[in-house]
């Protein structure tokens, strides 16, 4: 069973920089694509950042592009989400997801975390 856990959210203001990060215990993590999703009160979760097994395919959402940088760490098992230049709109859970396929769909991830919260204040 892979088990996806995030951590690093909390209270910011805007302008200001968190990274989230998410702990992978699959022993096959170098396997997988990661993906990081949100949900703002009252909206459908959202595609936020895609990264592929190798690293060598990113993909964001053009709300976050050039302020997010997604990575990971293969031998830690750790993925991470860099965001900067935070928004009030940038407030929702985030989530973690883990996938064979992970694509830009919640369909293609089989793995998720519980989420952890972003707020950013204006």
């Known amino acids: 069973q892979v088990q996806l856990v995030e951590s690093g959210g909390g209270l910011v203001q805007a302008g200001g920089s968190l990274r989230l990060s998410c702990a992978v215990s699959a022993r096959t993590f170098s396997n997988y694509a990661m993906g990081w999703f949100r949900q703002a009160p009252g909206r459908e979760r959202e595609f936020v950042a895609r990264?592929?097994?190798?690293?060598?395919?990113?993909s964001y959402a053009n709300s976050v592009k050039g302020r997010f940088t997604i990575s990971r760490e293969n031998a830690k098992n750790v993925g991470y989400l860099q965001m900067q230049s935070l928004r009030p709109e940038d407030t929702a859970v985030y989530y973690c997801?883990?996938?064979?396929?992970?694509?830009?769909?919640?369909?293609?991830?089989?793995?998720w975390g519980q989420g952890t919260q972003v707020t950013v204040s204006s």
């Open positions: 997801a883990a996938g064979q396929f992970g694509s830009t769909f919640q369909t293609s991830y089989n793995y």
């Open positions: 990264i592929s097994a190798g690293s060598n395919s990113l």
